[in-house]
């Protein structure tokens, strides 16, 4: 079964920048599409940005033009740039994996104003 593992959230002010990865346990290109979501307090868990194996990308509404998903499929790593950052970003954002369903932990991102 697959794992993964989000690092990089952390505390930023408006206006800057973040980079989180997701690691997965086995072979990256073989597990299909790959993407983040996020969940701030009181709200349903969203689509942030999905990426397949092939490179075609998927952006929520809210982030389109900020946020850059990115997967380096020999490291068996997705990644997503964050830029331009919002307080309304601040949530934890999660890893996931569709073709299993698989989330990973979790990743605070805080951005202050």
């Known amino acids: 079964q697959v794992q993964l593992v989000e690092s990089g959230g952390g505390l930023v002010q408006a206006g800057g920048s973040l980079r989180l990865s997701c690691a997965a346990s086995?072979?990256?290109?073989?597990?299909?599409?790959m993407g983040w979501y996020r969940q701030a307090p009181g709200k349903q868990r969203e689509l942030v940005a999905m990426?397949?194996?092939?490179?075609?990308?998927n952006y929520g509404d809210s982030v389109k033009g900020r946020f850059t998903i990115s997967r380096d499929n020999a490291k068996n790593t997705v990644y997503l740039q964050m830029n331009s950052l919002t307080p309304e970003d601040t949530a934890v954002y999660y890893c996931?994996?569709?073709?299993?369903?698989?989330w990973g932990q979790g990743t605070q991102v805080t951005v202050s104003s």
């Open positions: 990426v397949t194996r092939y490179g075609t990308t």
């Open positions: 996931y994996l569709a073709s299993t369903g698989t």
């Open positions: 086995r072979n990256l290109f073989s597990n299909g599409a």
